[in-house]
């Protein structure tokens, strides 16, 4: 059975036709033409077919072993295969210039991300906070840091993590334990346990650097008293840092990265931005891998339609009601059945939709980082967005495409499950997505009366315009809704303190379905002079998504109006039973 | 951290109260009176907890082994608790008396497998088929097949199984190859490989009995011309069957419960019904796997919210907005957030309305068998939606309550990663979901012209007339949408063959929200005199059901209203990605 390849036709219409980026002139963008970015597009699906893909069976069935010595052993072929990425340099696309990276933007290191979480996502676990990490360290660290740590981070030959959740403190980082003790030299000693660390230790490069939140002596307590610390794993004297593995986690998924238990016991880091403002520095590290994860949905979504696609074609199961294909046949393909075609088109209405959301999305990053103020703040709108409604989707999505292989969806050789058991992580990791969902509702709606939204609303509603009826009536419909809903939130927050968080995931849902849809009104404006096979899918799938999908916001208003006061009205003890 | 326990009080509540079953003179209800219903109740709980819940995370760590020899082990303590199984008699409780069985009615038959299927669901599936065996060996087999064969089943000497399924035909089983040749003695010698058999072998009973379906010589092609017949793995004589297990499935879950590749090499079988007749034999037994399966959503719905209820009282992280229990803590219990007490609301308006829904029907089933053709035609009306919504609500709610968790949800010690896993296989086996679709919308309602359908909106409607106005109203706009629905699925069919299909998974979901809507409005009416929390937790589960739940009804009437046409118009080699 056929397993995943590269959709580089999808993501160059993205590029080209409808983000136009060899037409811009942001820093970087000067470099592409139609044919290096399609020459680019195509090496790194190459690269995540060829070596990757082959190691996400084995990855899943082997996991990763933790050794009586601490030391941590990734899977069969990880170690290989790192070291072809680094040769490789695709790893370095997105990655400052200035510190080694090739400075073609976001956008391109988006594309590559997906190629690595569709071909193997537990292997792209290690690799998969460095932009992040490079990102805050530039910013927060001192010069000496800089120079010590960036280049080699870029360059791959050091792995990165970040150390935030305590046994006790997951999302409430404020409850945190860990101390940082500071040392005569300006660097601290570091002490505390952190769990659920990613890549807290492995076997593809020899330093480590972790990025962790821990609080001084005289911090104030609450969220405002925690500090960023570097920490690496080597000391810059080649010694050892007093750092351990105690254990790593065995998981429903994603097995080939090694989610660690870690000890600091004093261990040597130094200060990243200001002391008590590690919140503030993390989160230029959060904020990526926030994006990081919706990318993730969008893998995973990809990968599963196209394993599912492929089984509805080669299966034949029943016959069909309308036209057959061979009538002579005893049985046709399972596309002969409405309800197996329902979840594909679900699959690509997403799956294309989202790329196309997550592609604009990096764009926009690239505009922010060219100094657009207009582009940072839709980027920080859509941010928790496009985390919880792509992992979501993308979950689900997989859930949907494990249906069409039926029982053989359920079986470990197929691949499908394995899927399945990967994606659900997205939605959990990085800021549980009800955390997105009241970031969303209670931070970036609410915290400027709402004007983001709206111009958010305005680009969206500016290109209905030029659309034909049938997306952009349903999409002005949904558009309607959406700013109903806003607005009833906006008028209710001051009168009960809970209206936000008890309409903050529909919202956010809502913001989901809105956003997408608008990629297809883009979509369908970019192939709109075309009437090749290609763009009448693209069309079919608009469609689709118009009808199926678009409808979804008057119930999810309804949701959001029924407010918070039920929601709230069960004593605490109640929810136990009897 | 707790486990599951028992939801005894809910369950006596929707006997008692609800369906008033001590006052019915139902056969078999005749012994029963509330403390009799009681001590059955708590009796088979506390088996359930005692026994069976320990067996749940050994079953899936160790799951079963095929040795080389073609015997089965199961895990760990299944044998012993089988054998407690036997002693205690719960399992005959449903049972026929003529055939050793206790006869007190489906009713108390569906608690007894609620509560197995929470406690440990890979056990239930040994014993699972018991009751759908039974009734068809009963009403299709000889006389003497009866006697050799329903008294060792019912006791739970021997037990059974259902082979239908072939690695080239799941659904459609008119490509079935597997052959029966008749023999000079007037059995049949049984030819073909099955895959996916539930306890297909195993080291709980010496005997297990086989039904399998098989093609006589002279079939007819397609489904009708399909024969059931009876297999045993030990034949009446004392000698082994020629039957072997070739291999068993390694799953996403349900570890526990043996998934056989089973080969018959002539092996000895009896005929059960009509030549040519097994599609029908098969589906007594196949409508009675098929509730058994919804029954399985709401345990593992009701399992998974009694963890993830449990955790958040205990976990405190973040500040409630509104008021605090504690205003000194540093933290509050997860509970002070709406979002998530969303997720938990959710679980617990399924759990609790879906547990109506299916003890309800299981009345309908006993009254069914007392010859009343109505409860007949509604139960059947309904199997395909109870199998379908339950499991596909059973499944959600288990992927919400591991959220409420966080990252412990997705760690195998926690317990709860293995309820999602074990949930999964329910969308698929027994008719993969949109089969059921297909069903309800193909064949329930169209077959008679929406006349079952109009007769159960009839029902829901009556009940409507006396409840609250905060109810009924969001009520009958949801039976509303469905009859608009229905009415234009009706309308539409003839003109395009796929529009049924097409509508029939939205159509069935509709369904599914407005028979759980019309339970709570008639548990909302059970406790309408009182003023306890109890009372009081109902009333605020139902508000948060209409509220949250019955807005879906609208958009899922769009979907309907779209139709087939773009649904069916990709090419299907479109469908692969260039």
Redesign the interface.
């Known amino acids: 059975m056929s397993g995943w390849?590269a959709?580089t036709?999808?993501t160059l219409f993205v590029l080209n036709d409808v983000l136009k980026i060899t037409e811009s002139d942001l820093p970087g963008y000067d470099q592409l033409d139609e044919d290096i970015v399609q020459a680019v597009v195509e090496g790194m699906g190459k690269f995540c077919g060829e070596v990757l893909a082959p190691l996400n069976p084995v990855s899943d069935a082997q996991g990763c072993t933790r050794h009586e010595d601490g030391s941590v052993s990734t899977p069969e072929g990880f170690r290989e295969a790192y070291a072809q990425l680094i040769e490789s340099g695709w790893n370095t696309i997105a990655m400052p210039e200035e510190f080694g990276g090739q400075g073609m933007g976001h956008v391109l290191g988006t594309v590559f991300e997906e190629y690595m979480n569709s071909a193997c996502a537990s292997f792209m676990m290690y690799p998969g906070i460095v932009g992040g990490a490079t990102s805050t360290i530039i910013s927060a660290g001192s010069d000496a840091l800089k120079e010590a740590y960036v280049e080699k981070i870029v360059s791959g030959e050091y792995l990165a993590t970040m150390a935030l959740?305590e046994g006790?403190?997951?999302?409430?980082l404020?409850?945190m334990r860990t101390k940082a003790q500071p040392q005569d030299d300006g660097s601290f000693a570091i002490t505390g346990e952190k769990?659920?660390i990613s890549g807290g230790e492995h076997d593809l490069t020899e330093n480590i650097v972790h990025l962790v939140l821990a609080k001084l002596p005289d911090a104030p307590?609450g969220s405002r008293g925690i500090s960023l610390f570097l920490v690496p794993k080597i000391l810059p004297d080649g010694t050892r840092n007093a750092i351990s593995c105690a254990s790593i986690?065995?998981?429903?998924?994603l097995n080939g990265s090694a989610t660690c238990v870690m000890n600091f016991d004093g261990a040597t880091g130094w200060l990243l931005g200001k002391e008590h403002g590690g919140l503030a520095a993390m989160f230029i590290m959060m904020n990526a891998a926030r994006l990081a994860v919706g990318v993730q949905g969008l893998a995973h979504a990809e990968h599963s339609y196209?394993r599912a696609?492929?089984y509805?074609?080669e299966r034949?199961?029943?016959r069909?009601?309308?036209e057959r294909?061979d009538p002579s046949a005893?049985?046709d393909?399972l596309?002969v059945?409405?309800?197996?075609?329902?979840?594909?088109?679900d699959a690509?209405a997403f799956a294309e939709g989202f790329r196309a959301l997550v592609l604009w999305t990096a764009m926009e990053i690239d505009r922010a980082h060219a100094g657009d103020r207009e582009a940072d703040a839709l980027v920080s709108f859509l941010t928790p967005v496009i985390k919880a409604y792509g992992s979501d989707r993308g979950?689900e999505t997989a859930?949907d495409m494990?249906?069409v292989l039926?029982?053989h969806?359920?079986?470990?050789?197929w691949g499908m499950?394995q899927i399945?058991?990967d994606a659900?992580?997205a939605?959990?990791?990085e800021g549980?997505?009800?955390v997105q969902?009241?970031d969303l509702a209670g931070r970036k709606l609410a915290k400027d009366g709402g004007a983001v939204a709206m111009r958010f609303a305005a680009l969206v509603e500016a290109d209905l315009k030029d659309a034909p009826e049938w997306i952009a009536e349903p999409m002005a419909r949904a558009l309607g809704d959406t700013r109903e809903a806003a607005g009833w939130m906006l008028e209710n927050a001051g009168e009960?303190?809970?209206t936000l968080?008890?309409a903050?995931?529909a919202f956010l849902e809502m913001i989901g379905v809105v956003a997408i849809g608008w990629m297809w009104v883009r979509m369908v404006a970019a192939v709109e002079a075309r009437d090749d096979?290609?763009a009448e899918?693209k069309r079919?799938?608009a469609?689709?998504y118009a009808?199926?999908t678009l409808?979804?916001t008057?119930?999810l208003r309804?949701?959001i109006e029924?407010g918070?006061q039920?929601?709230?009205?069960?004593?605490?003890?109640?929810?136990?039973?009897?």
């Open positions: 390849s959709p036709q999808d959740t006790h403190a997951g999302t409430d404020g409850l769990i659920f307590a986690e065995h998981k429903m998924g196209q696609a492929a509805a074609l034949k199961q029943g069909g009601m309308g294909p005893a049985a393909s596309l059945h409405p309800d197996v075609r329902r979840m594909l088109m690509r979950f859930v494990q249906q039926g029982g969806g359920y079986v470990k050789e499950e399945v058991r659900r992580i939605m959990i990791y549980a997505n009800g969902a009241l009960d303190p809970n968080g008890a903050s995931y096979g290609f899918a079919i799938t469609r689709h009808q199926s409808p979804l008057s119930a309804a949701k029924g918070a039920n929601l709230m009205a069960l004593p605490e003890d109640a929810f136990l039973r009897a």
